[in-house]
């Protein structure tokens, strides 16, 4: 994975290999200088879900393929974002 910095955000990119249409896209995320997450399918917006990493909440999500997105507290601050 790779990082990097812009002025509109920070990201950690990977490619994926497969169709969009199935499949469940999941990263462990913890709160700290930053305290949401975006998980999101930027070619076409096939899905897209936003997360706080404080409260656990999906704020925002959907897309053409998406189905339903969680955020699981897996303690110690940490949640599984999918």
Do not use: P, Q
């Amino acid at each position: 994975m790779h990082a990097t910095a812009v002025d509109a955000g920070h990201f950690i990119y990977d490619s994926a290999v497969g169709s969009w249409s199935e499949g469940v896209v999941s990263v462990y995320a913890k709160a700290g200088e930053y305290t949401n997450l975006r998980i999101i399918e930027i070619g076409n917006y096939h899905y897209r879900a936003s997360f706080d990493l404080e409260t656990g909440v999906i704020s925002e999500s959907g897309g053409t393929f998406f189905v339903s997105a969680s955020a699981i507290d897996v303690g110690d601050g940490w949640y599984l974002c999918s």
